[in-house]
Nanobody, 123 residues
Framework: VQLQASGGGLVQAGGSLRLSCAAS????????VGWFRQAPGKEREFVAA????????YYADSVKGRFTISRDSAKNTVYLQMNSLKPEDTAVYYC?????????????????WGQGTLVTVSS
């Protein structure tokens, strides 16, 4: 399966963006999907994950209450709605899919990765 992340851009602090992760090649409706981010000079970190059904979600403490992950199986797409953005949210955001069921937070647990989309939050 190929993943395409999009929706990044430049936004002022307090603003919002919605990232999309579209799958092609095969449906990933049975896969758990996660979002990760990597800021310059830092390691890749977990942001949010959603189960294959969409019934379970999990967030990093740093984004809880501000970000919402969701999925539209009909469109083979997972979204990350980001509100109340802060300059420290600036990073390249990656989506990833996990074949085996179950939410995970480690990058090594995911099997497929998108190319990343840059989010820049200005102060």
């Amino acid at each position: 399966v190929q993943l395409q992340a999009s929706g990044g851009g430049l936004v002022q602090a307090g603003g919002s963006l919605r990232l999309s992760c579209a799958a092609s090649g095969r449906t990933f409706s049975s896969y758990a999907v996660g979002w990760f981010r990597q800021a310059p000079g830092k390691e890749r970190e977990f942001v949010a994950a959603i189960s294959w059904s969409g019934g379970s979600t999990y967030y990093a403490d740093s984004v809880k209450g501000r970000f919402t992950i969701s999925r539209d199986s009909a469109k083979n797409t997972v979204y990350l709605q980001m509100n109340s953005l802060k300059p420290e949210d600036t990073a390249v955001y990656y989506c990833a899919a996990r074949v085996v069921a179950g939410l995970r937070v480690h990058a090594s647990d995911f099997d497929y990765w998108g190319q990343g989309t840059l989010v820049t939050v200005s102060s």
